[in-house]
Structures are given as structure tokens and as C-alpha cells.
């Protein structure tokens, strides 16, 4: 196992991430405990010294399967990792009685990581009123009482969104986890998230590195041109090499959901072995070419003055790429949280104006009512 060195500690260079444990009959709820705690001293044999869990992860049960699992090993031996659920603005007022239940629920004293969970626009302003809801001073004071050993933030937010928390505490965050991959270092601007947490002198801990799985295998193609340049590495292997690459990277976790994976991905990460520059630009040139059908929208802003309805149509392009190219998920709705009802993509009036003042040419009243019918709107 590959280690890299943080403040003090030597941490794995791969973390068990709890979000995706073996479940049982597809219930994300029924987590599979014999399987879960199979993976757990697997990795633990290996050297994973790294666990990430969360408050709302397997409804609630992610918690308590790896806190018993991992109680059967001296609590020196690992570091546990888990977050305020800010994801849900209900929890912004019981920062303290969740996190005295967190500490029951994994069996600690202690959590070595603790995280603001996903800074985003949906949040964060709750996340900076600290008068109101005093999370931040909260927190602060369990680190003081040893409670929380190191203090970050998780964000599948914007820049600019992750730039207004660092600047409110930025000075206090020791950690910054980013969704972070090959595909999003352009599409999710990953690059400059990991160019702002370097200003700030913020070491990145990597979450989704294979995407949801959707990087864990390629198109035929694809994955020729890669074994051209590395005959003997697998397609996820790539991925982790990418990570690899970055030097601001310390932590990648993976949501491991069965044993075989966690072998697979313990046994690359065995072996540090970054990209080159070739193999680099082949790598992104791949994820370009799976940019293909994403709307070409350069934020110009011509159409925003043209649409009667106010709407932030470069924004909301945004949010419908990232829908589309995920095939749905959590993203693009939790970003529209943070925006009124009226300036929702099922706004649009269908008037065109918008259309005959975009360089690109994009059809954007199709675009918005194909949205507003995957958000059910």
C-alpha cells in the first residue's frame, strides 16, 4: 500500500469509502454485515488505514455497520473519517446532537477527520451564518477538545461557492475532498478547485474517482488506445493513475461495493506510478470525447438579457449537462435548491428570443423543457 504523509501521519494513499457497501436484495438500507465486514479486515490486512463514512450514507446504517466493524481493531491502527450533514438544511440547528450521535453510532471517542458535508450553493449560507446556527464554532471547539482530531469541508459545489467558504474558513480547514476524475477536471472545473485549495495550502482528499463506476470501463476504442501506451493496466487502474498524477492529492477513497473490487483497486494501489505527459493527454483526450452531446455553452451571458423570464440560462446549461451526462443523480437537483422556484428550467416560456442571440446555436427552449421532464417538472 502506497502512503502519503499528512501533518504527523502516514495515511493510505486509498481510503475504504462507506457510501457503497454490499447490500442486500438492492435495498441501500439492508447493508450485507458479514460482506462489509469481510471488506473491512481485507483492508485492513492490506494496510487501508483510511475509512470514510457519513451521517446519511445507507440510510443511516453506514455508521454503525463500520464503527462495529472496525471496533475490533486497536484504535490507533486506523483513521475514521465522517461529516455533518449540512446536505439536508433540517440538521443545521442540531450540529451537536448529531454529533454526539455519530460518535455512538461508530463506538469512538474521536473522529481523526471530520467534514462540513458538501458545501454547495444550497447551503452555504446556512453553512456561514454562524450566528444562527453555530456549526463552525461548534466544531472548532470539539477540535480544541480533542474530539475532532483534523477539520475539513467536502464540496460538490462551484468555485466560486467553495471560494466563499474558504475565505469565511478557509484559515481552519486542514482538508478540502473534491469529486474529482478525470472526466470533471474540465467538465466539473476540478482543475480549478484543486488550483484554489493550493492557494489556500489545502491538501485534497478525492472522492468519485471512477464516477459512480461510469470510468471503471471504456468503449473499445478507448480502451485500445490506452493499452497501446500501458499494455498491462486495467481501465480503472487509469483512473487511479490520473490521481496519481496530481501532487495536491493525499487521500483517493472508492466506494468499494463488493470484496473483489476492494482487491482489485489494493492491488493497483500498490504501485505509485503516474501518468506521463502522452498518456496524459491521451486520458483527457478520451474524456472530451465522451463530452459528446453536452451542450457547448461558453457562458457568455447574450442570452440572459434576452429571456423575458430572467432566467440564468449559462447556469442552468450547466445543470443540464451534468444531468445528462450523469444520467440523473443528485447533483443538478440539489443546485437547483439554492435557486427559486420561478427561475427553474420549467420557466421557459419557449419564446426563442435566447436562441437568436447564442453564438453556439444551441436550441436552448428544447434544452430547458427536456430538463424541466427529468426533473419531473
Known amino acids: 500500500m502506497i502512503y502519503r504523509r499528512f501533518q504527523d501521519l502516514e495515511l493510505s494513499a486509498l481510503g475504504l469509502g462507506a457510501m457503497r457497501l454490499p447490500v442486500l436484495e438492492g435495498d441501500d438500507e439492508r447493508i450485507d454485515v458479514p460482506a462489509a465486514e469481510e471488506m473491512v479486515a481485507w483492508a485492513m490486512e492490506k494496510g487501508v488505514n483510511y475509512y470514510d463514512t457519513a451521517w446519511g450514507y445507507h440510510g443511516g446504517n453506514s455508521e454503525l455497520v463500520l464503527g462495529a466493524a472496525l471496533s475490533r481493531y486497536p484504535r490507533e491502527s486506523f483513521y475514521l473519517a465522517s461529516k455533518f450533514p449540512g446536505y439536508d438544511l433540517s440538521n443545521m440547528p442540531k450540529v451537536r446532537e448529531i454529533f454526539e450521535k455519530q460518535l455512538e453510532k461508530c463506538r469512538v471517542d474521536y473522529f481523526d477527520f471530520y467534514l462540513f458535508h458538501n458545501v454547495c450553493e444550497m447551503n452555504i449560507d446556512a453553512y456561514l451564518d454562524d450566528g444562527k446556527y453555530g456549526i463552525y464554532s461548534y466544531l472548532m471547539e470539539q477540535k480544541r477538545l480533542g474530539r475532532i482530531r483534523h477539520l475539513g469541508f467536502s464540496s460538490h459545489g462551484s468555485v466560486e461557492t467553495i471560494r466563499r ?213
Open 165 to 377: 467558504f474558504l475565505e469565511a474558513y478557509g484559515k481552519d480547514m486542514e482538508f478540502g475532498q473534491l469529486q474529482l476524475n478525470y472526466v470533471d477536471w474540465s467538465f466539473q472545473a476540478d482543475k480549478e478547485k484543486v488550483e484554489l485549495l493550493k492557494e489556500w495550502s489545502i491538501p485534497v482528499w478525492v472522492m468519485e474517482p471512477l464516477r459512480g463506476g461510469r470510468l471503471a470501463s471504456l468503449p473499445a476504442a478507448d480502451e485500445a488506445k490506452l493499452r497501446v501506451l500501458r499494455p498491462g493496466e486495467t481501465v480503472p487502474a487509469w483512473a487511479f493513475r490520473f490521481l496519481q498524477s496530481i501532487p495536491e492529492v493525499t487521500v483517493t477513497l472508492s466506494g468499494m461495493s463488493n470484496l473483489e473490487q476492494l482487491r482489485e483497486n489494493i492491488t493497483i494501489w500498490e504501485t505509485d506510478a503516474p501518468l506521463n505527459g502522452e498518456e496524459r493527454e491521451t486520458l483527457l483526450g478520451i474524456a472530451e470525447g465522451m463530452m459528446t452531446g453536452i451542450l457547448p455553452c461558453t457562458a457568455c451571458h447574450y442570452c440572459v438579457s434576452h429571456c423575458p423570464m430572467g432566467l440564468d440560462i449559462p447556469r442552468l446549461l450547466e445543470l443540464y449537462n451534468e444531468h445528462s451526462f450523469t444520467g440523473g443523480g443528485f447533483i443538478a437537483p440539489m443546485a437547483l435548491q439554492a435557486i427559486p422556484a420561478e427561475k427553474h428550467p420549467s420557466a421557459c416560456v419557449g419564446c426563442r428570443s435566447c436562441e437568436a442571440v447564442c453564438p453556439q446555436g444551441i436550441k436552448i427552449s428544447e434544452a430547458m423543457a427536456d430538463f424541466a421532464r427529468r426533473l419531473g417538472n
